[in-house]
């Protein structure tokens, strides 16, 4: 890291001389099936939740209808 004028840089050099660490290949399915995992679940909570709005939706029109129809 090198600074000018208040601005961090960081050199493409100084970069490509870094070691980036890998996971083994056990540790990264690991991840990935834990990650997809989660997506399925958040997934599952996603199509709930639309679900649960088309319901809250419907039920404004029968509101309504009721409602403008003298109904209640």
Request: charged share 25%; proline share 4%; aromatic share 2%.
């Amino acid at each position: 890291m090198a600074r000018a004028i208040g601005q961090v840089s960081i050199s493409a050099s100084t970069m490509r001389k870094m070691p980036v660490p890998l996971p083994s290949i056990a540790e990264q399915q690991r991840i990935a099936a834990e990650l997809k995992e989660q997506m399925a679940s958040v997934e599952k909570a996603s199509e709930s939740a639309e679900e649960e709005l088309q319901t809250i939706n419907a039920l404004l029109v029968v509101l309504l209808r009721r409602a403008f129809s003298g109904e209640l």
